[in-house]
């Protein structure tokens, strides 16, 4: 495999940079404006700096061209971050919570096929190794379909969906912590991967307690947290669809 071009690397960097400067700006924002009178404030709003980092990692997919992993890769990339654009718009902008997690399941959905190609051939003789994500999966699923129950029983459609995004998300984890240690992707980017979707996990536990706690400090923090672990996840998966080694062994 040939690494991504060097011409690339220097507007991947320029991006990777925007969208580090645009994390700090709004994680800063957003937690001075909970925690001290005199908050830090830039010339833009938080949804907006917010807005800016989807641009900017849908940008970082859409521009791989010939330093993607491969074509399918590359469009199944374009389709998940075109997915996430309208799920991102249906939470905050339109407000629809169930719309929202509907665009959000197929956006895990098309993660799973995406980290899980290769694995038929590989996942009989490697199953040991896959014991202890497979028991991880097993004990988040329970536990978080558990606690959405115990709190929107009395908003049965909600559960549903969240019910069916628990599954999908615990899911895409397994996918991606197997697609890194069967090597499915090769291992710079199935790291980038499996550390992203940690991020995006932590992202979802926060939009869940964002959702369901009552209004104070805590509910606060719980909808600020969700952008300190889901800009990282956007940035890390968008990055996985480039060529980063020049290892000549991979599945793909």
């Not at 807005?51 to 849908?58: D, P």
């Not at 997690?101 to 996942?123: C, D, H, P, T, Y």
């Not at 984890?173 to 992707?185: D, F, K, N, Q, V």
């Not at 009552?214 to 060529?243: C, D, H, N, Q």
Request: proline share 3%; net charge positive.
């Amino acid at each position: 495999m040939v690494a991504i071009a060097s011409h690339k690397k220097y507007t991947v960097a320029v991006v990777v940079i925007l969208l580090i400067v645009t994390w700090l700006l709004f994680v800063l924002q957003d937690f001075t404006a909970l925690l001290y009178s005199k908050p830090f404030r830039t010339g833009l709003d938080s949804n907006t700096l917010k807005a800016f980092v989807v641009f900017l990692t849908t940008l970082l997919v859409f521009i791989t061209g010939n330093d993607g992993l491969n074509k399918r890769d590359a469009f199944l990339m374009k389709v998940i971050y075109v997915l996430i654009i309208i799920a991102d718009f249906s939470l905050v902008y339109f407000e629809s919570q169930t719309v929202g997690i509907f665009f959000f399941i197929w956006v895990q959905s098309g993660l799973i096929l995406r980290n899980s190609a290769g694995m038929k051939e590989k996942l009989k003789r490697n199953f040991i190794k896959l014991l202890l994500p497979s028991l991880s999966v097993g004990f988040i699923l329970p536990t978080a379909l558990l606690f959405f129950i115990r709190s929107l029983s009395s908003r049965p459609h909600l559960l549903v969906f969240m019910a069916i995004y628990a599954c999908t998300v615990s899911l895409s984890l397994w996918a991606a912590a197997s697609a890194y240690i069967l090597r499915l992707l090769p291992k710079k980017n199935g790291l980038l991967v499996f550390i992203g979707m940690i991020c995006f996990l932590f992202c979802d536990i926060n939009v869940g307690l964002s959702w369901i706690l009552p209004k104070g400090m805590e509910r606060s923090l719980a909808y600020a947290f969700i952008w300190v672990f889901y800009a990282p996840a956007l940035t890390l998966i968008a990055l996985s669809g480039y060529k980063l080694s020049t290892n000549k062994k991979s599945s793909r």
